[in-house]
């Protein structure tokens, strides 16, 4: 839905609401005109039912405003004495317009200066789970998201069971795009499986301005450009395409940036014909065969080498093969290891054409270690457009800045010429900035190599905290937690620090201020 679509439905909301008050702010002592004006009679029927100020905000808040505005409803029925379970249920199942009746056919009196206090400790109870929700779904969408790591893209820097902290206001928090969802959940309701949305009303993408820019080699959390990767590869395959703000988030790193020419070679990035300098803390890893003459330990291999993802492939009687991902500095080590026969890098060859790379199309002879030079898209930019560049920009055309921001971009071919919406498109000015993000582990990670550009309306947010890290392979609970890791900054250069003893020394330090000061007023009675 556009913006005049939700405009239209603000000011039937409001003809709604101005129809089944205004009699009720008459007896509660204001002008009946006061119910009709929007945002003004918020603000006074938060005075009618004698609650903060900040509600009327708090009623304008996508999610948040699903819960706000059932608490209304009964809120409104109780400053006019309507407490019965019997007003509560009615008022709920009614969507409000149980208020209608009381307006129109019941003699209520308003009660003035009525107590913010529930009557009852149930009414306590979920009078504070509600304004918990509340809150924390508010910092869920605006501040800081939990995000787990269940992959090993990243492997080295983040590890499968880090538990990270996602910062939405460094690059700035984007607001909610669908309208009727579940609070603090992301698309699927947790032991009921089910969706947790309903995705026909769609509020227009907006975003809050951010602080910070997304850098070069920065890790970002981001919504999966594809709704599954079958989508681009196999056109006739059927999925569900999700809204925008429930696609399955995804971590990589951003290692080009708009306006950069990017190409890989043998699976290291160049940027603009410069070799792409990982910082420090990142550990780059390819994939590797080898076999050895001898026994080999994988645990030992893996401890004393750095090795990840190690696995037999095949135990002939002579030799022992096995795969496994390695940094540079690993196999330098490992190469010479007793009893190895052969290793060998498995990247694939140059000019070996993997129809599963983006942009999938024969044009383009690349796969996932050899790839480019491409473009990257920056905003206000503009690119030719012929039969050979199209692949590249299609989808962006279509997708990125068509169907997602409601715009009907549709593309075709007639011959060599390219046509949007049935006029000739020989050059096209991006309107967003785009991205290219890839995995640490190059040889075990799904990432922009297979389905392309990322625009900035896709990312969610900044990984800034580990602030847990679960090894489900280990035994014992003690040993699954790598206490290491717990409350160790994302960024930066060197070992992980953690931070995990300074906060437990905050935290004791809170406890005992709480315990002196509460021994302190019980002394003075």
């Known amino acids: 839905m556009s913006w005049t679509g939700w405009l239209l439905f603000a000011l039937i909301v409001q003809v709604i609401h101005f129809l089944g008050t205004w009699k009720l702010y008459v007896k509660a002592g204001r002008k009946a005109w006061e119910a009709a004006v929007p945002i003004y009679n918020a603000v006074v029927l938060m005075k009618i039912i004698n609650r903060p100020w900040y509600w009327v905000i708090l009623l304008f808040i996508p999610i948040v405003n699903l819960i706000m ?15 019965k379970t019997t007003d509560t249920v009615l008022g709920l199942l009614s969507f409000g317009l149980y208020i209608y009746y009381i307006n129109y056919t019941q003699d209520v009196s308003h009660i003035k200066d009525r107590s913010r206090i529930p009557r009852t400790s149930g009414g306590e109870w979920v009078s504070s789970i509600l304004f918990a929700v509340v809150a924390a779904t508010i910092v869920h969408t605006y501040v800081m998201q939990p995000f787990t790591i269940p992959t090993s893209s990243l492997e080295k820097t983040l590890l499968v069971g880090d538990f990270l902290f996602v910062s939405k206001f460094h690059y700035g928090a984007r607001t909610p795009m669908t309208a009727v969802a579940f609070p603090m959940v992301h698309d699927t309701i947790p032991i009921l499986k089910s969706k947790s949305y309903l995705k026909d009303l769609q509020i227009p993408y907006f975003r809050f301005p951010g602080f910070q820019k997304i850098k070069q080699n920065d890790i970002v959390v981001f919504s999966w450009p594809p709704d599954t990767l079958t989508n681009i590869t196999n056109p006739r395959s059927k999925v569900d395409i999700k809204p925008l703000d429930k696609k399955s988030n995804y971590v990589k790193r951003c290692v080009g940036l708009p306006g950069d020419s990017l190409e890989v070679r043998d699976g290291y990035v160049y940027i603009n014909g410069t070799k792409n300098e990982l910082p420090g803390r990142a550990k780059l890893q390819f994939g590797y065969a080898f076999r050895t003459k001898n026994p080999l330990n994988p645990s030992f291999a893996a401890e004393q080498y750095d090795i990840t993802d190690l696995y037999p492939m095949d135990n002939p009687p002579s030799y022992r093969v096995f795969r496994a991902m390695m940094t540079d500095a690993s196999y330098e080590r490992f190469k010479n290891y007793p009893g190895m026969d052969t290793i060998f890098k498995t990247t694939a060859k140059k000019d070996v054409s993997d129809l599963s790379t983006f942009p999938q199309s024969p044009y383009y002879q690349w796969n996932t270690d050899y790839f480019g030079a491409m473009y990257i898209p920056k905003a206000g930019a503009s690119v030719a457009i012929t039969a050979e560049t199209l692949p590249l920009y299609r989808r962006i055309i279509e997708v990125y800045e068509g169907s997602e921001m409601g715009i009907e971009n549709k593309i075709s071919q ?35 190599r297979m389905w392309g550009f990322v625009p900035f309306t896709h ?53 005992l201020f709480d315990y002196f000061k509460k021994k302190k007023k019980a002394t003075k009675k």
């Open 459 to 511: 990312v969610v947010g900044k990984p800034v905290l580990v602030w847990m890290s679960w090894n489900s392979n280990a035994k014992g609970i003690m040993n699954k937690i790598r206490w290491e890791r717990l409350f160790t900054t994302v960024g930066g250069d060197g070992p992980p620090v953690s931070y995990f003893k300074y906060l437990l020394i905050l935290l004791a330090g809170w406890f």
């Open 414 to 448: 007639s011959g060599t010429q390219v046509l949007l919406n049935g006029n000739p498109l020989t050059s096209y000015t991006f309107k967003l900035d785009y991205y290219w993000l890839m995995g640490d582990n190059r040889n075990n990670s799904q990432d922009a």
């Open 69 to 83: 505005f059932p608490v209304v409803w009964i809120e409104t029925l109780r400053s006019f004495g309507r407490n």
